[in-house]
């Protein structure tokens, strides 16, 4: 599905982002982005998703923050979605007209929440690129919990199981189950090209791994499982704080190494 600039919704556009995990991008005019806390952004957002007690408590949420940001020299920041119900009130509230406050700013928006790309559950689930290794990189710092504790470093199973724990919860009921034994550690790094960076939210001093890891599968009967997973992780984020601009990742073409197939 190609991306649109309508700003409200039609039936046409949310008829064909059924059941679609998808990111949008919300222009923000006049928001001078450095002064941004992932804060605000959390404050706003939540506001537009967690409505009720059950939301606002849930352990997961199906939509992720993007840090804001420039594009074309427009300041914005992007939400993913991976609940279909969303849509429509992220068009809602994120509609010309809206009037925002992040932080000490306010701004009004010109334009609407643009979708830039959306990937059918159907999809994800039915493709297999033949890949046994891929490349993730880690765009804002990742990190993951241990108790009360936080750890930066992004090794397969904890990756793998944030992906596979979404998958589960928000995937559409009638798509096959994600079965994946990481007990054996049949996926490993073979690549690091990256350093942890230390920031604070919420009073609390996290540690997170920003840069690149290439990782490679040894099991050719979980290969494909880990595939999907890997293609899922645009939407739904890796480990915690993905509500406050955290775990944002991207696949991209990996490598051989060499004297390997």
Known sequence: MSPSSAATPNPTRMEAAADMPSRWRITTPGIDPTRVRVEHLHAVVSGWFDTTDDTHRAPAKPYTISP?????????????????????????????????????????????AEQLTATAWNHLAGSDSGANAWCLRFVTPTTFRRGNAFTPWPAPNPVLGSLRAAWRRFAPPDLPEIVLDLSTDPVWVTDVDGANEVLRINNLTISGFVGRIR?????PDIRATV?????????????????????????????HQPGRP
């Open 68 to 112: 804001p940001t420039r594009q074309t020299d427009t300041p914005g920041f992007d939400v993913t979605l991976l609940d279909d119900a969303l849509t429509n009130r992220l068009l809602t509230r994120a509609a010309p007209g809206v009037r925002l406050q992040l932080g000490a700013q306010h701004t009004r928006l010109t334009t609407g």
């Open 215 to 219: 990782y490679t599968c040894d099991n």
């Open 227 to 255: 595939d999907r997973l890997v293609r899922l992780a645009p939407y739904a984020g890796i480990g915690a704080h993905t509500t406050r601009g955290l775990g944002q990742v991207r696949p991209e073409p990996t490598w």
